[in-house]
């Protein structure tokens, strides 16, 4: 009887062993085909055909450089600030009531109309591509002649506003030569800033056709 008893635990042993095993073996199965697909999903996201039409599209791109040679700011600047602002969608309206691809807030749009002397200018036309892009893009100009042509202050002026902006060039001692994102003491306009540079050089990379004939 003793020895029966020792045989069922040695087999229960043995079975509970190879259980383990197996277990240990399809985890790390599962394991490696998570890493695999993992590699093999960051492959494909590096074509930048893959890019071009999944993570980083050229919407608009006709209006965008059309308005951009017009005024004169980077093309790429601005379709990256299109991406951060509004991910191209035309309707889109912050919770601030900024509105449309380059996300104009109603009274800025109302200044720029009259700067541009858009005397049939609505409010309602924030949501046309064809407006937005080009107010939104005349206002950049304007903020690239303010600032020198100092991105990081200008895109910062594009989304805290220009006052905040000389206000805090005044108070930190910041010149024209300004460069630091990090230092905006506003958290929201750092990212922001950090954001259209990082979109703006992948755009840059992958649309700048010339560039890439210069390799």
Same mark, same amino acid.
């Given at each position: ?7 069922k635990?040695? =087999? =229960? ?19 490696m ?13 590096? @074509? ?17 450089? @059309? &308005?951009?040679?017009? &005024? @004169? ?54 949501? @046309?591509?064809?407006? #937005? ?30 006052? #905040? ?10 010149d024209?030569?300004?460069d ?18 990082? #979109?703006?050089?992948? &755009? ?12």
């Amino acid at each position: 009887m003793q020895y029966i008893l020792e045989e069922k635990n040695r =087999r =229960r042993e043995r079975l509970m062993r190879h259980k383990e095993k197996k277990r240990r073996l399809a985890g790390f199965a599962v394991g490696m085909c998570i890493l695999l697909s993992a590699m093999i999903a960051y492959t494909v996201l590096q @074509q930048d055909d893959i890019q071009r039409k999944y993570i980083y599209p050229y919407h608009y791109r006709g209006v965008i450089e @059309q &308005y951009s040679q017009q &005024y @004169q700011v980077d093309e790429y600047l601005v379709v990256a600030m299109v991406k951060t602002e509004s991910k191209f969608q035309p309707e889109a309206v912050s919770g601030y009531g900024a509105m449309g691809l380059m996300q104009l807030m109603p009274e800025t749009a109302i200044w720029i109309a009259g700067q541009l002397d858009d005397t049939g200018f609505s409010i309602d036309q924030l949501k @046309q591509p064809q407006c #937005n892009l080009r107010y939104g893009i005349w206002y950049l100009a304007s903020l690239q002649e303010e600032f020198e042509n100092n991105e990081v202050l200008m895109l910062a002026a594009y989304n805290a506003g220009r006052g #905040n902006v000389l206000a805090w060039m005044k108070e930190y001692g910041w010149d024209y030569s300004f460069d630091s994102p990090d230092a905006i003491p506003y958290r929201e306009t750092q990212e922001y800033v950090k954001s259209v540079l990082g #979109n703006r050089n992948k &755009y840059q990379k992958l649309y700048d056709v010339q560039a890439q004939v210069d390799k």
